[in-house]
């Protein structure tokens, strides 16, 4: 998908998960942020779709319930760690999310810091593009576009 990082090989590997599908839970929902450095998180640098994140690879991706959002939807979320307006891929999730419903956990590429600078906030998710118009103070955020 044009601009998230994804290979069209990516994409439909993360597809092909027999929890991936079409179901997105609009509405508001709870995020955090997470990512390198691996070896101080209880993670591996692959997500549980297979798609490995070593090296810093910069990919709009975030970490979901599964049951709620499903694997290789497109997620537009605002506000976002990116001021991103273009999709994230839901193309993981953390054993604290299973059973916990609308919950987004954003992969930060930058590591260090980043992830905890995000903190805990309520965004907004929609399987509907993000209108400019809709985004505060969206000037040099266009599609696409990172500002912060």
């Known amino acids: ?24 839970s609009a509405g508001t929902h709870e995020s955090t942020a997470y990512g390198p450095p691996w070896d101080s998180m209880q993670g591996t640098g692959v997500t549980s779709t297979g798609i490995s994140l070593q090296g810093g690879v910069k ?8 049951y709620t959002n499903n694997y290789g939807t497109l997620l537009y979320i605002w506000p976002n760690p990116y001021r991103w307006t ?12 299973l059973g916990q ?17 995000w903190g805990r906030k309520d965004v907004q998710v929609s399987k509907n593009p993000i209108k400019e118009a809709n985004v ?13």
């Open 1 to 24: 998908v044009q601009g998230t990082g994804f290979s069209q090989e990516e994409l439909a590997q993360v597809r092909s998960h027999p929890n991936a599908g079409s179901n997105v």
């Open 59 to 66: 990919k709009y991706l975030v970490a979901v319930d599964p």
């Open 86 to 97: 273009g999709p994230f891929v839901a193309a993981d999730t953390g054993g604290a999310f």
């Open 101 to 117: 419903g609308k919950k987004v956990d954003f992969y930060m590429w930058e590591g260090g810091d980043a992830r905890y600078d």
């Open 136 to 148: 505060p103070n969206s000037s040099g955020a266009g599609q696409g576009g990172r500002t912060g």
